[in-house]
């Protein structure tokens, strides 16, 4: 069997944490801010964890995990 290439995408998108939960940036903060206020701004700086649904779809696309 060949090896399995990770997507492009979720290199660039995804980071694993030490427990293997997945991170990801969150969407809505490049443009047009003024247009939201400052609690949306705030609350969605940084980074969260997604969901272990979505997770799972990324850990398929990333078999080897992410470095």
Same mark, same amino acid.
């Given at each position: 069997?060949?090896?399995? =290439?990770? #997507?492009? &995408? /979720?290199?660039?998108?995804?980071?694993?944490?030490? $427990?293997? =939960?997945? #991170?990801h &940036? /969150?969407?809505?903060?490049?443009?047009?801010?003024? $247009?939201?206020?400052s #609690?949306?701004?705030?609350?969605?700086?940084?980074?969260?964890?997604? $969901?272990?649904?979505?997770?799972?779809?990324?850990?398929?696309?990333?078999?080897?995990?992410?470095?």
């Amino acid at each position: 069997m060949p090896k399995l =290439k990770t #997507k492009s &995408g /979720v290199k660039k998108r995804f980071k694993f944490t030490a $427990s293997g =939960k997945v #991170k990801h &940036g /969150v969407a809505g903060k490049r443009h047009r801010l003024i $247009s939201h206020n400052s #609690k949306y701004i705030r609350t969605n700086r940084g980074t969260s964890v997604l $969901s272990e649904a979505d997770a799972a779809h990324v850990r398929l696309w990333a078999p080897y995990g992410l470095k």
